[in-house]
């Protein structure tokens, strides 16, 4: 089996991005989660203003492209507030977003949250309260819940902390 790396994602590769985006959607529903990721959101469009910001990342084996996932460091405007909990300290963090899978590379959360934490000391990543799979991923990849957080639409997410 080849060797797993995760690299910066380039402009050409949103199609299969996308792709991947609406499978994700698709394995939501079948597992419940019926309120998250609706519409054409996220899919090529967000692909593309998030490879040309930089900071959207491809998780790749064998030269195909079986995972992606958006990380930043800095702040993330929907953590400033938390409600029925707390984040473990105010200290920088790196945060993900829009991470999905084919599910052909196993344990993207995790590949991705090791990745991250060797930029920084600790990743932040919120989801929906439906999305089970991702908390179970969540859980076993060493994440804490933290409390929760409301994207500027105001819908309700769960927050999580890995690391320091």
């Not at 996220?42 to 996932?69: N, T």
Request: proline share 4%; net charge negative; glycine share 12%.
């Amino acid at each position: 089996m080849s060797e797993i790396k995760i690299r910066p994602a380039v402009a050409g590769e949103e199609k299969r991005i996308g792709e991947i985006y609406e499978g994700a959607k698709r394995y939501q529903r079948q597992t419940g989660n019926m309120h998250q990721w609706t519409g054409a959101y996220p899919g090529e469009e967000s692909a593309r203003d998030d490879i040309a910001d930089g900071k959207l990342f491809v998780v790749e084996q064998g030269g195909e492209i079986h995972g992606v996932f958006f990380f930043d460091t800095g702040i993330e405007p929907t953590y400033l507030k938390i409600y029925d909990g707390a984040w473990p300290s105010d200290e920088p963090y790196g945060f993900i977003h829009r991470i999905a899978s084919d599910g052909v590379v196993r344990g993207i959360v995790r590949l991705a949250t090791e990745w991250a934490l060797e930029r920084c000391d600790r990743v932040r990543i919120d989801t929906h309260r439906d999305n089970l799979p991702m908390q179970k991923a969540l859980a076993a990849t060493g994440y804490r819940y933290c409390g929760i957080i409301h994207l500027l639409s105001g819908d309700e997410r769960l927050a999580f902390q890995c690391g320091e």
